[in-house]
């Protein structure tokens, strides 16, 4: 594929590090190995295997793979919930080690607190910072209104459809203005229209915030289609396989689905990762 | 709404339209309610005019009436209410406070509730009236003693129902509120506590039921007041009445409480899938 590189020339080239400068690199991944220990089968699962990845600020990555292949595992690491077994992931030069509001997640079963109606889920992340409360409802609406939820402030989650739960969990994510938008497999439990219109949808939010985001899926249209670039895992043990870089200009528009590059690209992707997906199931 | 609802469920009878008033004056839940109750009062009643059942064994529902209504005027029976509710609220808070705090923990650190539950699990089966001759032993006859069969019949549900709920918190929803950059007061006060009060509140009316019921066994025995006395004095008085009085005042008590906090729990749970049928 046209962008591979080796992990370790990064790590070993750090001091000069010519063309990646250092001061760009908001994410950078450095090794990361994740091991399970199995305490019915006392054997060890490598969930991750030396992954290296360096990512930009305002980058959207798209994690794919099939099951198994660690890019949730991952992610949950880049969020802070779980620690690596080795390596490190520094953001801004230092180590992440608990989750932090600069680091919001979208997750694939939307995670909404049934309890509170969508203004309250969305105002939350204020509510941590502290800020008062006519700006937390200032803000949470001009986001419900940024994710055409404008209507449904006072809904509960239940009262909702799949699509509008992940609306409002995106709102929720976006609201306490994090440097990195997290998404595990966020469209994964929706029906497929709704699922395209999501996906333009974060694909116009995601460029008019400027945000750095990182898509785990296993979707290969969805990760080409949202992309900048494409970082294409392998599983038994995780690890970091290809890397695809997505040309197609933003904000991406519904019409690039049937570029020639993009119909080729998927199609060259589904034909190298077929042998694992079949090996998956 | 739920009338509706009930409709729905009953098509058989939009076939016979003439019903549907009175139909719909019986869908209400309150209203079966007391249709079950006075339906009960009266096959009792019948039972015992006809004398099915002789008028010494069983009093009629009239006679306990008469019985409960002597009794409120002379005042006993408020004495003697008045003292199984302060007795039961007491050994209820503290079985609510210490339930909570001890299921509050065991749930949230496995380790902790590794070497804890083993203990409360031996204890649970003990049943309170096997409690008694101890509990006579070390706090007398009074109402020390009622606080705490009070509190050994409700904490262990409280407990029970705390752990469950914490241990069944949804990792997605702590994680999604820490990523948010929740504070630990925040994730307590926003999260844990509103994600839990749809199995903790059930477990709270079991437990006040259960109290209730302790309350009056620990009164048989081990008190100067309270229905439980009631009904153990007119027992030696052979005051039938009073006994069986003093029955249905504990039975109608215990269903006032329980409707009562069902009606709260619907309230605060209106979110919950469990209570959206």
């Known amino acids: 594929m046209n962008a591979q590189f080796a992990p370790a020339t990064f790590a070993a080239a750090e001091p000069a590090a010519p063309q990646a400068s250092t001061a760009e690199v908001q994410i950078d991944i450095r090794n990361v190995g994740k091991v399970y220990d199995s305490k019915a089968t006392h054997q060890a699962v490598v969930a991750l295997d030396g992954v290296s990845l360096r990512i930009k600020k305002g980058e959207f990555i798209s994690l794919l793979g099939p099951s198994g292949c660690g890019k949730s595992t991952l992610l949950s690491i880049i969020a802070g919930f779980q620690s690596a077994s080795s390596g490190q992931i520094l953001q801004n030069g230092r180590p992440i080690s608990k989750p932090d509001a600069s680091r919001t997640v979208v997750f694939q079963d939307y995670a909404l607190f049934g309890w509170m109606t969508v203004q309250q889920n969305v105002e939350f992340g204020l509510k941590a910072k502290g800020l008062p409360k006519a700006e937390r409802a200032d803000i949470a609406r001009s986001l419900i209104k940024t994710v055409h939820l404008a209507g449904f402030e006072d809904k509960y989650p239940h009262q909702m459809s799949g699509g509008m739960k992940q609306r409002a969990a995106i709102a929720r994510a976006l609201a306490p203005d994090p440097d990195i938008l997290l998404m595990d497999e966020p469209f994964g439990a929706l029906d497929a229209q709704t699922r395209v219109l999501l996906q333009e949808e974060i694909a116009r939010i995601s460029t008019e915030a400027g945000k750095t985001v990182i898509f785990v899926t296993h979707g290969i249209d969805e990760a080409v289609f949202l992309a900048d670039r494409v970082v294409v895992m392998s599983p038994r043990p995780g690890r970091v396989r290809d890397e695809v870089l997505v040309p197609l200009p933003r904000p991406r528009t519904a019409e690039m689905r049937s570029d020639p590059w993009f119909v080729s690209t998927v199609k060259d992707l589904w034909e190298t990762l077929k042998p694992e997906w079949q090996k998956g199931d | ?277």
């Open chain 2, 1 to 277: 709404m739920e009338a509706e609802a009930d409709a729905g469920r009953l098509p058989v009878e939009t076939m016979r339209p003439r019903f549907t008033m009175i139909q719909n004056a019986f869908a209400g839940r309150p209203m079966r309610a007391a249709v079950g109750l006075t339906a009960f009062f009266a096959i009792w009643q019948a039972v015992t005019q006809l004398n099915l059942v002789d008028g010494f064994l069983l009093p009629s529902p009239v006679a306990i009436a008469e019985a409960l209504w002597q009794l409120a005027l002379d005042g006993s029976l408020w004495v003697h209410l008045g003292a199984s509710l302060q007795r039961v609220a007491v050994g209820f808070l503290f079985a609510c406070v210490v339930g909570l705090a001890l299921g509050l923990i065991c749930g949230w650190w496995r380790t902790v509730s590794d070497y804890v539950r083993p203990v409360i699990e031996a204890l649970r089966p003990i049943p309170p009236l096997a409690w008694i001759p101890i509990t006579i032993l070390w706090f007398g006859l009074g109402d020390a003693a009622s606080y705490f069969l009070v509190f050994l019949g409700a904490v262990f549900p409280v407990f029970i129902a705390t752990y469950t709920a914490i241990r069944g918190l949804d990792r997605n929803q702590m994680n999604a509120a820490l990523c948010l950059g929740a504070k630990p007061w925040q994730l307590f006060t926003d999260v844990l506590i509103p994600a839990s009060l749809p199995i903790i509140l059930p477990g709270l009316r079991i437990a006040l039921g259960v109290g209730w019921m302790c309350v009056v066994t620990a009164e048989l025995i081990a008190a100067q007041t309270g229905l439980g006395y009631l009904i153990q004095q007119s027992r030696m008085l052979f005051q039938i009445n009073n006994v069986v009085a003093g029955m249905v005042t504990i039975g109608l008590i215990g269903f006032a409480m329980s409707a009562i906090l069902e009606r709260i729990e619907r309230r605060v749970n209106a979110w919950a899938p469990s209570e959206r049928s």
